[in-house]
């Protein structure tokens, strides 16, 4: 049958009728048809591959001939001015094709490419069109930008920006300075604070009032895990209202005169875009009207708060929490994901300590983590480390050497609130068995709604307890997959499940810890598969030294505390970033 042109233009636009075309120059490809359909933009090039136009000597030139590009992936279109669009790659090795080049009024179209061997990295493309009437390409930049309508309303608009000019190798500014321009091009306000000192992003998240938050979109950390912690700190220090973890009796009469406990289901399921849809959220973290947004009238800045999210530019030392959601360590990639408004619900760990040693008194200081609190190793490293910031990334290394050979343990009682066996797991299709699930984007175990586990209500709940010598605890909230951890602490942890996993190292010999550390920096390693090691996937757990004084470790930042009770809030914060595709 014969073929005509508009049969070749369905074929390049998938079988789809396009809702506007035209024939345009696209640099470095030559003319093309390009059609903008209801989903997005393709392009086909004009008497293209049947003569081979663009292979030479089997050498493929310059961009595909025919592209799609999907609204969803574009974050910005801009009329340049009139210049040179080239017929073919000017920068590939066989030139012999290179066509002339034409002097044209241009629009570039700015989009998102991810990588083909690793589709978590993703580059800002940019398509340049050109045409020689100035009115075609303003039609097509006009007609682009309402079909963009549609997609912008869940894109930031407003940013605050703090910026750790010191992060990781001392590169914050030139990591903002990088991906700065990502942001204008896609039209977003932004007000950058460079921090002068540690400490002062907390203050402004905690001293900015309501009214003032509620300008921006979202709050942007450009430095590394501990950086945004400071600012996930100062953001739910004041706006969260939140009873304490829940905890054994004994642990509430060591505390005592504190009935502020939590001994409820800490999860309600409610959901996110309506009604049924919002995050899933704390009860007692809601405010006195039980409602989780704005109020109007008083413009408080209630917590949990969909709309406003908070994100990480990586530039820090280990940048685990822009792994774990983005599948990536890379600043224009988190950029990429800010400016197109993704979204993913993070689990919040809140750790009350108690007493800050044996012999103080009874004070109740609340802090918040995204990823981690670990003790023993955790705290020792963490505590070493900070001697030797001076080192960089490697001072990481260095400090868990001298840790690890010192080999020390310590003497603490731990509980974990008990949960159902296959709470958090997805059965397999025609199996009883639950099989474990990798957290990734579109994580059915995180957009789940379940209703939480009923033991944990009032009386029901059942404490599992341990006590002995400990070369370390750890909590991971999120998987914490880093550069030495590829698979994380626990690969299968999710980001908005709300549980936690408590991981308890027992006192053993240094060579057999040290088996257990090669398994955590082995890709597919098995970490927990030791005698020496307790797992417990939980919601909540408790724990007290035998010792004086003791350093736990939040998310990268020390934080010592002798006593203390812990607790998981499902989705608490909204994170610009849809989850690694790992
Ligand atoms: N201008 C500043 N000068 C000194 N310290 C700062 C400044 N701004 C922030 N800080 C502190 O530096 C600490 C560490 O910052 P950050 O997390 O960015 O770097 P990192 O420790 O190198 O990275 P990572 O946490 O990924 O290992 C933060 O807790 C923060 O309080």
Redesign the pocket.
Known sequence: MERNGDDSIRDAVGGQEPVLRSSLFLDHVGEVILCLNSDGLSWKLVQSSDTDRNICFRIKLGPPDAADVKFSDIYAVELIDQGVVHRSNPSSPARCLLGPEWQMHRFIVHAVQRSKSQPSLWTAAMYNFGHKDPQTCQMWVDRINASLSREMEDRPKNLLIFV?????KGN?CQTWETVAPIFSRANVQTKVIV???????FDVMRTTTDEELRQYDGVLAV????????ILNGFLSTRLKAAYPPAPADFVQSVGGYNDFSVDEPVADTSSHDEDDSPLIPNNALGAEGDSSYTDGDLKFLVPNERFRLGIIP??????IVICTTGARDPITSALHIVLGKRVGLDIGQIVRWRITSTSKVEPCARYAASFAGYGFYGDVITESEKYRWM??KRYDYSGTKVFMRHRSYEAEIACLEIKAQEGTIPSEGQKKCRRVICRVDCKICNAKTAGDPNVRGREANWLRSKGRYLSVGAAIMANRNERAPDGLVADAHLGDGFLHLILIKDCPRALYLLHLLQLAKKDGNPLNFEFVEHHKTRAFTFKSSGNSSIWNL???PFPAHQLSAQVFRRLVSLFASGPLV
């Open positions: 750790h000019p010191m992060s990781g914050g921090t002068e000192r540690a400490g002062h992003a430095g590394g895990d501990g950086f945004f912690n400071e530039a820090g030392s280990t940048d685990a960089g990334p998310d990268g930042e």
